[in-house]
């Protein structure tokens, strides 16, 4: 039987690939981050993460996700590759405590 889902997971689920990134973006710039996100990627790599943050000595790249996504083999392949060359590489989805890794 399915997990019924409840007020909070169904609401979560529901807010856009796209305007959550906007918030995560908004807050890095707040808290002093410079940020780059490519608006068209045709023609781009596939599966290259949708966000690069760099602040001081920290260079970080993002893959911002709806809440009830998985990544594709692409992204997993990119991320994988960063963390590999010692970047830090996070997934973040809505309702998860990603402001704590900008601070």
Known sequence: MAKRLDDRERALRAIPEKEFMAGVKRAARDLGWLTYHNLDARGSDAGFPDMVLVRR???VFVE???RNTKLRPEQEKWLEALSKADAET???????EWAQYLA
């Open 57 to 59: 000595e920290r260079l």
């Open 64 to 66: 911002c996700k709806r």
């Open 90 to 96: 996070y997934v973040w989805r809505p309702g998860d």
